[in-house]
């Protein structure tokens, strides 16, 4: 079996030398898109059959209003019939054989790479990502369907074997630890069943193939649900339903539906047809999914990641020019829409002055416009509910501590929403300490002794990422014996939050950032996805 291998096209462009050649591509791929993809209207597919509804959904890109396409808006019962049609799957994928699921998800890989640019062009129109973000992110789609692929391989379908030997003696009445005759006991772990996949906006194709890829390859069947209403990424969602067919996935194994949470997204919470539900999102959004289930006498299994409110410590001891650019990345990437942006910063007393001066002359150089243009760093927010949060909470920010850079919205000649990343300063009991916002604002706060930081960071309901700076032993194991979260960078130049790679840094989150305490990329992901079993044969 050959060993796991990072996609990492854009590190592998440049360090080639052929830079120009990666921007060559994705520039053409966008024109592609442009004039043979844009303005379709577009069915969902159940059972392998085209499905229209009789109403559609209108797909804009949040770049500047530009038609992506018309969507079907599902149903109640669409959502039934997708249920159905994944439920009468199931035996026959679940029956697959696992190498040959591994195999089909190895092809699903392919074929992404074959469509890289295209999907990632599609990506960016979608959602506003820069090119960078956009062909990361197809390359993580990829991670997760080979990384999957060889965990399930390696695992050998995820069944052991083992024997009790038969006793010398034997006894009529049973007993615990009684002798007896040989048994031959073997342990699989078995599919649940139908999955309902509910997927978010911001990573509209690496999160939605890895929850789906470990749906599928565990031989559950699922119904898939794009984000569909305020922040629309249907189209992508539809090219990874593409690929999964082309790649040999059996009709109704995978069914594409989209519309409305509060319809379809809860009809797969509520059906009884329904076994477990993969799904990233909000926190309020899972525990009101989780909190149905349970009234209904359900016990679903959940493989839920539910957001953050991710910090960030700069120590005395800190090199402050890692941490300037760490903290900018995490905190400003894709304008802070991740689950695991930085929106939370503790600088210590004595290099605070510095560190604000050095974050906002990097803040400065930030370009806002197009994200479909090279220069550009931030584009627009998701939708125009994003830019009311963004001017909600600068507000709150003047009125309860002040705004230290940025706050403004930026006119760009889009119609778009686009604004400035801003740097606050509250303290730590405001609420913006607090609320996941999903915008580019990051929050201040200062403290004296290590120890205060650590209290203050791990001051939040979320736990999902966290970031240190600092050159100091004594601080740096104190921070990974405390921190509460459960994806941790110390010194990250890079990124101080967010970048987790597939297979290298396990993703999962701690306390209300999720469930199960089991990350994405890891070993211990595609069990969440199946039921342990135990069959004694006596011979």
């Not at 062009?121 to 692929?149: C, M, P, T």
């Not at 090279?374 to 600068?394: C, F, H, R």
């Not at 119609?415 to 999903?438: C, T, W």
């Not at 994806?487 to 999720?514: E, P, Q």
Request: aromatic content about 10%; hydrophobic content about 40%; proline content about 3%.
């Amino acid at each position: 079996m050959p060993s796991f291998q990072n996609e990492y096209t854009y590190k592998n462009y440049t360090e080639q030398g052929n830079e120009d050649e990666f921007d060559r591509l994705f520039d053409e791929a966008v024109a592609r898109v442009r004039s043979e993809q844009l303005g379709k209207k577009h069915g969902m597919f159940i059972g392998g059959s085209e499905v229209f509804s009789s109403e559609e959904l209108a797909e804009r890109s949040p770049i500047d209003g530009t038609m992506i396409g018309a969507f079907q808006r599902g149903t109640r019962e669409h959502a039934q019939q997708a249920v159905a049609a994944a439920k009468a799957a199931f035996g026959a994928w679940s029956g697959t054989e696992y190498r040959e699921r591994a195999n089909i998800m190895l092809n699903a890989a392919e074929l992404f790479r074959k469509h890289k640019f295209e999907i990632a062009a599609i990506l960016s129109i979608e959602n506003g990502k820069s090119r960078y973000e956009s062909v990361g992110e197809v390359d993580e789609a990829i991670d997760f369907l080979n990384y999957y692929s060889q965990e399930m391989l390696r695992n050998r379908g995820y069944v052991r074997k083992t024997r009790i030997g038969a006793s010398s003696k034997q006894v009529n009445a049973g007993f615990q630890g009684a002798p007896g005759s040989e048994e031959r006991i073997t342990l699989p772990l078995r599919p649940y069943g139908v999955f309902g996949v509910i997927a978010p906006f911001n990573f509209p194709i690496s999160i939605s193939t890895g929850m789906s890829t470990g749906a599928l390859i565990t031989g559950n069947t699922v119904v898939f649900k794009p984000s569909s209403t305020d922040n629309m990424t249907m189209l992508t969602g539809l090219k990874i339903y593409e690929i999964f067919r082309e790649a040999g996935v059996p009709a109704g194994a995978f069914n594409y539906i989209t519309g409305p949470g509060s319809e379809v997204g809860d009809e797969l919470v509520s059906s009884t047809d329904v076994s477990g539900i993969a799904f990233t999102g909000s926190r309020s959004t899972g525990l009101q999914m989780m909190k149905k289930a349970l009234e209904l006498n359900m016990t679903k299994a959940f493989i839920v990641e539910m957001g953050g409110k991710n910090p960030a410590i700069v120590s005395k001891k800190a090199d402050i020019a890692d941490a300037v650019d760490g903290i900018a990345s995490a905190a400003f990437g894709f304008d802070g829409q991740k689950c695991s942006a930085c929106s939370r910063v503790y600088v210590q007393d004595a290099v605070k002055e510095e560190f604000v001066s050095k974050l906002i002359d990097k803040m400065r150089g930030f370009k806002i416009g197009d994200p479909l243009k090279k220069d550009v760093y931030m584009g627009p927010l998701i939708s125009q509910k994003a830019l009311q949060k963004y001017t909600e909470s600068i507000e709150e920010a003047k009125r309860s501590g002040s705004v230290l850079y940025g706050g403004n919205v930026v006119s760009t000649g889009l119609s778009g929403a686009y604004v400035e990343p801003a740097l606050i300063e509250v303290d730590q009991a405001n609420k913006l300490m607090h609320e996941e916002l999903f915008v580019p604002i990051l929050a201040l706060d200062t403290f004296k002794k290590f120890d205060e930081a650590l209290q203050k960071a791990n001051d939040a309901e979320f736990g999902l990422t966290a970031g240190l700076y600092s050159k100091n032993r004594k601080e740096i194991n104190e921070f990974m014996r405390a921190v509460q979260a459960g994806v941790v960078y110390i010194n990250r130049r890079t990124s101080a939050t967010t970048g987790a790679i597939v297979g290298m840094h396990t993703f999962g989150g701690w306390k209300g950032s999720g469930l199960t305490g089991k990350g994405t990329g890891s070993k211990y992901y595609l069990p969440q996805f199946m039921r342990e079993q135990s069959i004694a044969l006596v011979k």
